[in-house]
T-cell receptor, first 112, second 112 residues
Framework: NAGVTQTPKFQVLKTGQSMTLQCAQD?????MYWYRQDPGMGLRLIYY???????DKGEVPNGYNVSRLNKREFSLRLESAAPSQTSVYFC???????????FGPGTRLTVT | EDKVVQSPLSLVVHEGDTVTLNCSYE??????LLWYKQEKKAPTFLFML????IEKKSGRLSSILDKKELFSILNITATQTGDSAIYLC????????????FGQGTILTVHP
């Protein structure tokens, strides 16, 4: 039982490149989330998926897209990376929107 | 706008000390308050509090919520070096997606 897993662990991109961050959970959770964590800013919600087949914007969605591929997997795509997207990205899941969230190990992304 | 403020921002103690971490909040339609411990990677869930005045306890860690005064405290007794981490407070509001608003965290360092 791995919980929430994320790939890759680290990534360096040049400005304008695209990439997809992958997230999977094996806890049979309905809801999944993507956060970014920046120094002094705390964790901020980018997008979430309340249940399979639905996605919605969070606090800071600009420059990102998501796909809820199935109940287990929720991916985050950067179409044209910018230096402002340099951050640590965390995926999380929960049984439902009002339950505690469990986090993956994070992806450290640097955009040069 | 929802707001969560933690204090102190950092704290240095010696093993065996007792520490109290504070979290105050302003959130629309409060639902619950959560505490997480973040070491080098993912935030790890500690407690979720929904009712005022009820203490949640796990070993040397305990937490209590005061919904009237809009704050929570996290106590750690007999601290150990393994307690060194960032402690995050997050509050879940009553919007349609149960938004989790995080504080900036308290960095706790426990010296031997």
């Amino acid at each position: 039982n791995a919980g929430v897993t994320q790939t890759p662990k680290f990534q360096v991109l040049k400005t304008g490149q695209s990439m997809t961050l992958q997230c999977a959970q094996d806890m049979n959770h309905n809801s999944m989330y993507w956060y970014r964590q920046d120094p002094g800013m705390g964790l901020r919600l980018i997008y979430y998926s309340a249940s399979e087949g639905t996605t919605d914007k969070g606090e800071v969605p600009n420059g990102y897209n998501v796909s809820r591929l199935n109940k287990r997997e929720f991916s985050l795509r950067l179409e044209s990376a910018a230096p402002s997207q340099t951050s640590v990205y965390f995926c999380a899941s929960s049984e439902g929107l009002f339950y505690e969230q469990y986090f993956g190990p994070g992806t450290r992304l640097t955009v040069t | 706008e929802d707001k969560v403020v933690q204090s102190p921002l950092s704290l240095v103690v010696h093993e065996g000390d007792t520490v109290t971490l504070n979290c105050s909040y302003e959130v629309t339609n409060f639902r619950s308050l959560l505490w997480y411990k973040q070491e080098k990677k993912a935030p790890t869930f500690l407690f979720m509090l929904t009712s005022s005045g009820i203490e949640k306890k796990s070993g040397r860690l305990s937490s209590i919520l005061d919904k009237k005064e809009l704050f929570s405290i996290l106590n750690i007794t007999a601290t150990q070096t393994g307690d060194s981490a960032i402690y995050l407070c997050a509050v879940k509001g009553g919007t349609s997606y149960g938004k989790l608003t995080f504080g900036q965290g308290t960095i706790l360092t426990v010296h031997p």
